[in-house]
Each structure stands twice: as structure tokens, then as C-alpha cells.
């Protein structure tokens, strides 16, 4: 999966940011989700192990990924400046903290298309997208295909 393919994965919302803001404001904010893929080292540093402070982030962020992660946020559970955080971060991922967040929610809504049981507008607001609208712009941006196209592409497969 390359997310610098095309544009910017900054550009991937047209929703303002608030403040310190990673995400727009979601729709849900509830909800668990225990089975949330965990994206390994792409960075520099791969393969190998994530500083600790920056493993406390990606915990926060598999922990919350419905809410409304905030760059702050991340910052304050790996103990250090946003400014300070974001180099850490994207020296040991590959990747800004806001392509993290994007890449762990196509992941997880990967997954839960291909099971088949809930609308893309329920994924959506489990996942912290605006709308169905907003996650179908972000996921064929990531991936290059729409979420449906996906879902009915896993479909196929089981049926084999």
C-alpha cells in the first residue's frame, strides 16, 4: 500500500481541522475495537522495535482509533512536545502521525468490509470517518479502490 501514490494524504479531508487536530470531528466516538490491525515498522529503523515512547502512541492510537485523535494526544501518551513528537515519530514509522492514523483506520475498515456484517456507513462512523462519503475518499485514495469495490472482492473470494 503506498500512500504517497498521487497526493498528499494531507489532502485526503476536505472537512476543516480543528486545532491540533488530526481527524475532523467524528460521528462516533463509542465503541471498542479489540481486532484492530497493528501496522509494523516502515520506517528507517525496520525491521526492528519502536522506541518506547513512541510504541505508548501507537497504543493510544490502536486504543482510540473512533475518537477524535488529536496530534497533542499522541504526544502526551509518548510523554514529549508535539513538535518534538512528530520528528520522533515519523524518524521511527516512516510515517507523519497523521498517515499513521489514516493507514490504521483503511487497515481496520480493510477488515471489517471483507467480514461482511456491517454497512459501510456503520464501518465509517466505527472507524471515526465524518461520513460513509468521507471514508470512501480516504480509502481509494489509500488504496485505489472504493470500499464497496473491496468488500465485494473479499465476497468473491470466500465464495471460491
Not at 515498522?41 to 482510540?64: D, H, I, Q, S, T
Not at 509518548?78 to 493507514?103: D, E, Q, T
Not at 465509517?124 to 469495490?149: C, I, W, Y
Amino acid at each position: 500500500m503506498d500512500l504517497d501514490a498521487g497526493a498528499e494524504t494531507e489532502t485526503l479531508l476536505d472537512q476543516p481541522l480543528r486545532p491540533g487536530s488530526l481527524f475532523p470531528p467524528t460521528l462516533a466516538h463509542a465503541g471498542t475495537l479489540e481486532h484492530l490491525p497493528s501496522v509494523g515498522p516502515v520506517g528507517p529503523g525496520a525491521p526492528g522495535r519502536f522506541p518506547r515512547k513512541v510504541r505508548r502512541a501507537l497504543e493510544y492510537v490502536r486504543a482510540n482509533v473512533a475518537g477524535d485523535i488529536r496530534l497533542t494526544d499522541m504526544a502526551k501518551a509518548a510523554g514529549m512536545s508535539p513538535f518534538h513528537f512528530s520528528r520522533v515519530f515519523k524518524n521511527a514509522i516512516g510515517l507523519s502521525p497523521y498517515r499513521y492514523l489514516v493507514r490504521i483506520r483503511v487497515e481496520h475498515a480493510k477488515a471489517l468490509l471483507c467480514e461482511g456484517e456491517q454497512s459501510l456507513k456503520g464501518i465509517a462512523a466505527e472507524l471515526g470517518f465524518v461520513d460513509q462519503s468521507h471514508m470512501t475518499n480516504v480509502f481509494r485514495r489509500v488504496t485505489g479502490t472504493t470500499p464497496k469495490a473491496f468488500q465485494d472482492t473479499c465476497r468473491d473470494r470466500l465464495a471460491l
